[in-house]
């Protein structure tokens, strides 16, 4: 599996790949938010705080008395990758909006919009898996994400 996100939580899904003469080819995207994986739990056993640190970033602190689930991960990833860069704009990191037609830019509401990390980012904000595990001083699960697929 491969877990994709980006800054809205429905837009969060989860590729499957199938084996097929020992070659694997995407199977299909399945909204996270459609899935019963959603409301399971992130870590077996269960555990009530996690921590993600995405690259060099500070690392995101997920709590959950209950247990940390897969719900809670994806909506601080959302709240991770929706962080507003100061003094980016969208055009300034999407090539492909420089020289766009300004009516084009202004009906897709992108004319003024500030980029956001998942802009800054391109396509490259998939993982299969986290790069290093360990448990911080206080005994709380960090996973470590450094490299990111498109």
């Not at 009530?48 to 990833?77: C, F, M, R, Y």
């Not at 969208?90 to 766009?100: A, I, T």
């Not at 993982?127 to 595990?133: V, Y």
Request: aromatic share 10%; net charge neutral; charged share 25%.
């Amino acid at each position: 599996m491969s877990y994709e996100c980006s800054t809205d939580i429905n837009d969060a899904y989860m590729m499957s790949y199938k084996e097929v003469d020992s070659v694997y080819s995407d199977h299909g995207t399945y909204p996270l938010v459609k899935t019963s994986a959603i409301n399971e739990y992130a870590t077996m056993p269960a555990m009530k705080a996690i921590k993600i640190k995405i690259q060099s970033k500070k690392p995101i602190e997920i709590k959950n008395d209950n247990g940390v689930t897969i719900h809670d991960v994806l909506k601080a990833l959302v709240a991770f990758f929706s962080v507003v860069q100061p003094g980016v704009m969208l055009y300034d990191v999407c090539p492909w909006l420089n020289g766009s037609d300004p009516y084009f830019l202004k009906m897709n509401k992108i004319e003024n919009r500030k980029a956001t990390r998942r802009d800054m980012m391109g396509d490259h904000t998939g993982w299969a898996g986290f790069d290093r595990r360990s448990f911080d001083k206080s005994g709380v699960l960090m996973l470590v994400v450094e490299g990111f697929d498109s």
